[in-house]
Nanobody
């Protein structure tokens, strides 16, 4: 059974940093597309970042960094210079066994974590 488990969320002041982790069990990330998405109350789920191509949303480019540790089968999202508008539930997702591509579209992912809350205070 494949599972994605996020951790690392929390409450931080504007300008602060957090690092989210997404650990996979039951399947190795290998070269599959793995992405981070977020969803704020009343808003649609939006793309944040993905790899292995290291794609970023315009709103996170230059502040967020996605990376992978193959030995730990874990993908990270380092978030710096956080802003109140970054407040959301952050989800990790993977396209296991699917053709390469579709990184920006949350409907193209077939495995999801449970989400972790990130709250940025002003």
């Amino acid at each position: 059974q494949v599972q994605l488990v996020e951790s690392g969320g929390g409450l931080v002041e504007a300008g602060g940093s957090l690092r989210l982790s997404c650990a996979a069990s039951g399947r190795t990330f290998s070269n599959d597309v793995v992405g981070w998405f977020r969803q704020a109350p009343g808003k649609e789920r939006e793309f944040v970042a993905a790899l292995p191509g290291t794609w970023y949303a315009d709103s996170t480019k230059g502040r967020f960094t996605i990376s992978r540790d193959n030995a730990k089968n874990t993908v990270y999202l380092q978030m710096n210079n956080l802003k109140p508008e970054d407040t959301a539930v952050y989800y990790c997702a993977a396209r296991f066994g699917l053709p390469y591509g579709g990184a920006y579209d949350y409907t193209k992912y077939n495995y999801w974590g449970q989400g972790t809350q990130v709250t940025v205070s002003s």
